[in-house]
């Protein structure tokens, strides 16, 4: 369908539209809408992991200046509010098949804007406060006096999926919602028993959290006149939480608009709807006023859905040549309070056996409750814990049993003749050159030149570490997308699309696609996000699905489009649409030099006495539906120091090789990959919402325990794009958001493992914070496995 | 209740503030500036990075009171009608803001740190006085870019010599 | 943020009045340590009384072998003040290293000290210097002034106008800061002045910063970082927490002494 030569925007760096308003500061983030009238709402959070509600008395809190109302999980229940209907079961066709326990359907802990029973995990909301001013509103929260009933609780993911754990759900007594198995057992079972070598790992791979840093906020308004509500709130897609948030009010999704604009960082947070979301929409109608609510960066950290928390044993089965024979994995996902999302525990699932050819594998997937937070989708959910498995597992392999890191991976990669290759856990990896990332890799990060630069290290008293990861991962996100096409008489091409970007460049990325495959100025090009009152339908964006799905339904709507343009210029010239040759923008009547233009043929779009099929304007609306997954993939190396007196760790190289299928636009995917370098490479170091395991208290409420990527602990990075067209789409796009979080973890780890190897390898838990490193450091010395100053 | 006077980005304002009333919600919520972003609770994260009589201060912690009599400059300042500051260019050229929330206060404090650092600046060096600054989206490589580049632009290209 | 009310002053004299007759008054000075604890609820004065405009309260000078630093001086001035990197240039480093770029532009010294955070930078170096605080009422020598976790010496309303640092032979700041809050898991200031060390950790000690005086004894027979190889800290007497251990601490608090040692005439920040 597509040729290279009309490639004139697809391919380049150009700069981003959508930042001339983000550098003048006339950006549109949720907290920057206001309503005459707008009155504020602040949330009333337990203070205990687990808790009866046994009563709310509003009394005191009432009294207070400027108090509107306070509203409770009774409040809902007595108005009707459903429970948010998050559908956390990933079913598009090609998801992996979560179940309960055998085969039964999964128990999600049902999810009210505010509960009436019991508070499930520290920070649930249990009431609202409304009042005239935000402060008011907050001194009014500390007023209201809950008598709660403390119970047990449990926070630990493997604690909770213990027979004698207390129960989150009195309907699932057991916490495990999700018990499924897959692959071949028996073929499994063979293999290991002829097995040479069998290494095994067990890790947990801890509870981070998303920091945008737009803390959530949203403004939502009701118009008696019309009956019609409005929400301003940044989202992960607008329609989406507009059918939810509707199915919430029991009302019609027409009668509520969702305005989500700029969104100031999402990476999984913000792809399911929030209780305030709800609760400002209710109390609006209810109180006839605006409500606003914004979150503080605490309530973020506390209530901000989280990511990650995957507890994973791995074991893998070798021959005496390397040769991976089979693959066991057992990965236990914390949902925490409530199952908001098993896209975490899905997408990793399809992946345990990472880039590598391995023939046998069995899995355990399952999920269990906990009093903690809900955890969803966190950048490339799912798949940086599969990637760490896998290769931390082949590091250990290799260790062990004295074979070279990357000989062992050459000897088995998916190779290139195996494309499309089906793994032995049911993904169709699409395409990939997995081996040339590798030579790719080790040229791009001057592999060759690192021990000389390890002996530099040691000179200045430092630890080098190298580290290693291949990584491959998926893209499906939901299946479907709608594009609609306008070509106006005053020279632009509106674009309305349903993805919902937060920084990812989607005005531009897909304006680009547009003006190539239209024909027209790249300038002329404008999209249009956000407004579930423009936008009548998408799939919103998470998982890397929006460049692969707007390219399509793009490419597609644009075939329409110039097919009705082409039926028009024949109209307007008078002659059969088969005369009328489309190239380069142009519309050619064939056998003459006239040639008329998609601005040309705009002016004319509206005039009267046109026949049936050309009227209503030079615009097309098109839908897809796309299914088949597909699979980024690449290679990562790094290099760090140690500095052995103290633990601290520096990031001396970091470099990537990814394969994104065809680049769109260089500059944002590069930029796509840094950040999601940092984000890998914060888990791997610093990040982790820790909870006190005598209280139940989550202690990383701010930034001053939380600690974060910054300009002074991060490289700078080399990164290189590579382009294996996927043959599942037209574009032959894969996705670019994710590949630099995906092996960040395991690269880190492997460089911290390498630069400690001469104290035994110690293990330590990721955030590899110093006093960590300085602690293996010294039971390794006391051991008499190394001594100080020298690596491996 | 205080009365302030201040010019805001040249202009002279003066409002009835609340006592506690940070500078940082003055500009948003009472003069409906809204490119200044507040993004934390305890002082670090930089969005809301404003000038204060030439010089780099988070503004979710100068209180508007204390800001009275001062010259306040916002983003929104920077531009001189339809002509981009160099920062602010620059940001754009490298690609060096993904979701734009960060970067009100990342360009001003970059503004200042081009504007007042003795010396010349190094990647080191930018990376060591940016820290206050916190960006989720870029990952910092391109910020650093954007700075050096419109640093030369601005100071002159010896000035990115290594002293 | 709870109501409060503000009030600017002019003068020492004034504030101290205003301070007496309120219910429950706090000075503001840079307003980097008091505005984050009200913004979290952790203190509701009825009203502020900002410092940060009074002029004898300003203004750093050299004379006698003292270098006298105003209470209201940013950690910016005196970071960037040619008479405090002439005289005790460790102290122009630990300044610079304070916080950030935007806060070092509003935070004060005198806020700081009276603070006493257990983490902050400046206590080590006026404990360390053996300084005497200079308040609208007293003056306060150094081992006297810092009593325990946030708390000192000062009496209710007493106001810090000047730190008066007797200039030493040579001075050193090493610190190693929190991933996260960027603050002192451990830091050390090592001065000698008129032939005698001193040893000043802050960040580390459970009780707020304190004089390692092992660390003082040996490095006064033998100024090496390798005569304090032997040396050992006390965990007992050490924080633990997220950040480190009381073993990391008390190793991070020799360590950092011995780089102090090491580099004298500077400050280094590590992490």
């Known amino acids: 369908m597509l040729s290279e030569r009309t490639f004139k925007a697809v391919g380049k760096p150009l700069e981003r539209k959508e930042d001339r308003r983000l550098i003048t500061g006339k950006g549109r983030f949720s907290d920057d809408f206001s309503l005459p009238g707008q009155v504020w709402a602040a949330m009333v959070r337990s203070p205990y992991p687990h808790a009866r509600i046994v009563s709310i008395d509003a009394a005191e809190a009432l009294a207070l200046p400027g108090v509107l109302g306070v509203f409770t999980g009774a409040d809902c229940l007595r108005d009707g509010l459903k429970p948010i209907p998050h559908n956390p079961v990933p079913s598009t066709r090609f998801d992996v098949k979560l179940t309960g326990r055998d085969g039964a359907s999964v128990f999600i802990g049902p999810h009210r804007l505010l509960p009436a029973d019991k508070a499930r995990h520290v920070g649930e909301a249990v009431a609202m406060v409304v009042a005239d001013t935000r402060d008011q509103a907050r001194a009014a929260a500390d007023a209201v006096m809950v008598d709660y009933e403390e119970l047990p609780w449990v926070a630990d993911t493997s604690a909770a999926a213990e027979p004698d754990a207390p129960p989150v759900w009195d309907e699932l007594p057991d916490n495990?919602?999700?018990?499924?198995?897959?692959?071949?057992?028996?073929?499994?079972?063979?293999?290991?028993?002829?097995?040479?070598?069998?290494?095994?790992?067990?890790?947990?791979?801890?509870?981070?959290?998303?920091?945008?840093?737009?803390?959530?906020?949203?403004?939502?308004?009701?118009?008696?006149?019309?009956?019609?509500?409005?929400?301003?709130?940044?989202?992960?897609?607008?329609?989406?939480?507009?059918?939810?948030?509707?199915?919430?009010?029991?009302?019609?999704?027409?009668?509520?608009?969702?305005?989500?604009?700029?969104?100031?960082?999402?990476?999984?947070?913000?792809?399911?709807?929030?209780?305030?979301?709800?609760?400002?929409?209710?109390?609006?109608?209810?109180?006839?006023?605006?409500?606003?609510?914004?979150?503080?960066?605490?309530?973020?950290?506390?209530?901000?859905?989280?990511?990650?928390?995957?507890?994973?044993?791995?074991?893998?089965a070798l021959?005496?040549?390397?040769?991976?024979?089979?693959?066991?994995?057992?990965?236990?996902?914390?949902?925490?309070?409530?199952?908001?999302?098993?896209?975490?525990?899905?997408?990793?699932?399809g992946l345990i056996t990472g880039s590598y050819d391995i023939p046998f594998a069995t899995l355990r997937s399952w999920a269990v409750f906990s009093n903690t937070m809900p955890t969803q989708a966190y950048r490339s959910s799912g798949r940086p814990e599969v990637t760490f498995a896998i290769e931390r597992l082949i590091d250990k392999a290799a260790r062990e049993l004295g074979f070279d890191r990357l000989a062992l991976r050459r000897r088995n990669l998916v190779a290139p003749d195996r494309f499309p290759y089906l793994n032995a856990v049911g993904s169709t990896y699409d395409s990939g050159e997995y081996e040339a990332n590798m030579d790719r890799i080790l040229a791009l990060a001057d592999w060759q030149g690192a021990e000389q630069r390890r002996a530099e290290a040691r000179a200045r008293g430092k630890l080098m570490g190298l580290g290693f990861a291949n990584y491959v991962e998926s893209s499906i996100g939901t299946p479907?997308?709608?594009?609609?096409?306008?070509?106006?008489?005053?020279?632009?091409?509106?674009?309305?699309?349903?993805?919902?970007?937060?920084?990812?460049?989607?005005?531009?990325?897909?304006?680009?696609?547009?003006?190539?495959?239209?024909?027209?100025?790249?300038?002329?090009?404008?999209?249009?996000?956000?407004?579930?009152?423009?936008?009548?339908?998408?799939?919103?964006?998470?998982?890397?699905?929006?460049?692969?799905?707007?390219?399509?339904?793009?490419?597609?709507?644009?075939?329409d489009l110039i097919a009705k343009a082409q039926r028009f210029a024949a109209h307007l010239s008078?002659?059969?649409?088969?005369?009328?040759?489309?190239?380069?923008?142009?519309?050619?009547?064939?056998?003459?030099?006239?040639?008329?233009?998609?601005?040309?043929?705009?002016?004319?779009?509206?005039?009267?006495?046109?026949?049936?099929?050309?009227?209503?304007?030079?615009?097309?609306?098109?839908?897809?539906?796309?299914?088949?997954?597909?699979?980024?993939?690449?290679?990562?190396?790094?290099?760090?120091?140690?500095?052995?007196?103290?633990?601290?760790?520096?990031?001396?190289?970091?470099?990537?090789?990814?394969?994104?299928?065809?680049?769109?636009n260089p500059l944002i995917v590069h930029g796509q990959t840094h950040g999601g370098i940092a984000q890998g490479v914060g888990q791997a170091l610093?990040?982790?919402?820790?909870?006190?395991?005598?209280?139940?208290?989550?202690?990383?409420?701010?930034?001053?325990?939380?600690?974060?990527?910054?300009?002074?602990?991060m490289p700078s990075f080399k990164t290189q794009i590579v382009e294996v067209l996927s043959p599942t789409n037209p574009f032959g796009v894969k996705a670019g958001g994710e590949g630099g979080t995906t092996p960040a973890p395991a690269v880190i780890m492997s460089a911290i493992e390498d630069a400690l190897s001469s104290f035994g390898a110690p293990h330590i838990d990721m955030p590899a914070t110093p006093v960590k490193i300085w602690t293996a450091i010294q039971a390794g010395r006391a051991a008499g496995a190394g001594q100080a100053g020298a690596a491996g | 209740m205080a009365f302030v006077s201040m010019t805001i980005n040249g202009t002279p304002v003066s409002r009835e503030v609340e006592d506690h009333q940070f500078l940082a919600y003055f500009l948003r919520e009472t003069l409906g500036m809204t490119g200044t972003h507040v993004g934390c609770d305890t002082t670090q994260c930089g969005c809301c990075v404003v000038r204060l009589d030439g010089v780099s201060v988070k503004s979710c912690t100068v209180l508007a009171a204390q800001a009275d009599g001062c010259a306040v400059t916002t983003v929104e300042g920077l531009a001189t009608g339809e002509v981009l500051h160099p920062v602010q260019r620059a940001f754009q050229t490298h690609h060096a803001l993904q979701c734009g929330f960060c970067t009100p206060g990342m360009i001003m404090a970059a503004v200042d740190l081009i504007d007042r650092h003795p010396g010349a600046l190094t990647p080191e060096i930018v990376r060591e006085e940016m820290e206050g600054n916190l960006c989720r989206c870029t990952g910092y490589h391109n910020i650093v870019k954007a700075i050096l580049a419109a640093a030369e632009e601005i100071r002159g290209p010896s000035s990115l010599a290594a002293e | 943020m709870h109501p409060t009310r503000y009030h600017r002053v002019a003068t020492v004299a004034e504030a101290a009045r205003l301070f007496a007759g309120q219910e429950d008054a706090s000075y503001l000075s840079g307003g980097h340590t008091l505005l984050p604890t009200m913004k979290l609820g952790l203190r509701q004065p009825s009203d502020l009384i900002d410092l940060g405009r009074i002029e004898e309260m300003r203004g750093i000078e050299a004379a006698d072998g003292i270098l006298s630093i105003g209470a209201a001086t940013r950690h910016a001035e005196t970071a960037a003040s040619p008479l405090v990197r002439q005289h005790i240039p460790a102290l122009a480093g630990l300044a610079g290293s304070i916080g950030d770029r935007h806060v070092r532009h509003r935070g004060t010294m005198g806020g700081s000290v009276a603070n006493n955070d257990p983490a902050a930078d400046y206590p080590a170096a006026v404990l360390g210097l053996g300084a005497t605080v200079v308040t609208d009422r007293r003056r306060i020598a150094a081992d006297d002034f810092f009593v325990g976790l946030y708390e000192t010496a000062l009496e209710p309303g007493e106001i810090i106008t000047r730190i008066a640092y007797p200039i030493p032979e040579s001075a050193g700041y090493a610190k190693f800061r929190s991933p996260a809050s960027r603050?002192?898991?451990?830091?050390?200031?090592?001065?000698?002045?008129?032939?005698?060390?001193?040893?000043?950790?802050?960040?580390?000690?459970?009780?707020?910063?304190?004089?390692?005086?092992?660390?003082?004894?040996v490095l006064s027979r033998d100024f090496r970082s390798e005569a304090l190889a032997s040396c050992r800290i006390d965990p007992e007497q050490m924080l633990g927490d997220l950040n480190g251990t009381p073993e990391y601490r008390a190793n991070l608090a020799l360590v950092m002494t011995r780089r102090a040692v090491d580099a004298m005439g500077e400050a280094r920040s590590y992490k």
């Open chain 3, 183 to 217: 603050f002192a898991i451990a830091a050390s200031f090592v001065a000698r002045t008129g032939g005698v060390v001193r040893v000043a950790v802050t960040g580390a000690g459970s009780a707020g910063v304190f004089r390692a005086r092992e660390l003082e004894d």
């Open chain 1, 574 to 664: 008078g002659t059969a649409a088969e005369a009328i040759h489309f190239e380069d923008g142009l519309f050619r009547v064939e056998g003459s030099n006239r040639s008329l233009s998609w601005f040309d043929l705009a002016r004319h779009a509206e005039d009267p006495g046109l026949p049936e099929d050309l009227r209503g304007g030079l615009r097309v609306r098109r839908d897809n539906e796309m299914h088949t997954p597909v699979f980024p993939n690449g290679a990562c190396v790094c290099e760090i120091e140690i500095d052995p007196d103290t633990g601290g760790l520096e990031i001396t190289r970091y470099s990537t090789v990814d394969d994104v299928g065809r680049c769109i």
């Open chain 1, 480 to 559: 479907k997308e709608r594009a609609d096409i306008i070509v106006t008489p005053d020279e632009r091409v509106e674009v309305v699309i349903g993805t919902q970007p937060a920084g990812q460049g989607h005005e531009t990325s897909f304006a680009q696609v547009t003006a190539d495959l239209l024909g027209v100025p790249f300038e002329a090009v404008t999209i249009t996000l956000g407004d579930t009152d423009v936008v009548s339908a998408g799939g919103g964006t998470h998982s890397g699905r929006s460049m692969r799905h707007a390219a399509t339904v793009l490419a597609l709507a644009s075939e």
């Open chain 1, 176 to 316: 495990v919602l999700v018990d499924s198995s897959f692959g071949d057992a028996e073929g499994t079972a063979a293999a290991f028993a002829r097995a040479r070598h069998v290494v095994s790992m067990k890790v947990h791979i801890g509870r981070v959290t998303g920091v945008p840093l737009e803390p959530r906020a949203a403004l939502g308004s009701y118009d008696a006149a019309t009956g019609r509500y409005t929400l301003h709130a940044g989202s992960g897609g607008a329609v989406r939480q507009k059918r939810e948030l509707a199915e919430v009010l029991g009302e019609p999704p027409e009668s509520l608009r969702v305005l989500s604009f700029d969104v100031g960082g999402n990476f999984g947070t913000r792809n399911r709807a929030y209780v305030e979301f709800g609760l400002v929409l209710w109390a609006s109608k209810k109180l006839g006023r605006p409500v606003k609510f914004r979150a503080e960066r605490s309530e973020s950290f506390l209530t901000d859905y989280q990511g990650r928390d995957l507890v994973t044993e791995v074991s893998l």
């Open chain 1, 319 to 349: 021959d005496e040549t390397g040769r991976f024979l089979a693959m066991r994995a057992s990965n236990l996902s914390n949902v925490g309070a409530r199952c908001v999302s098993l896209s975490p525990l899905s997408k990793g699932s």
């Open chain 1, 686 to 713: 610093w990040e982790h919402c820790t909870i006190d395991e005598t209280s139940g208290q989550p202690l990383s409420g701010s930034f001053m325990d939380y600690g974060m990527p910054r300009f002074d602990n």
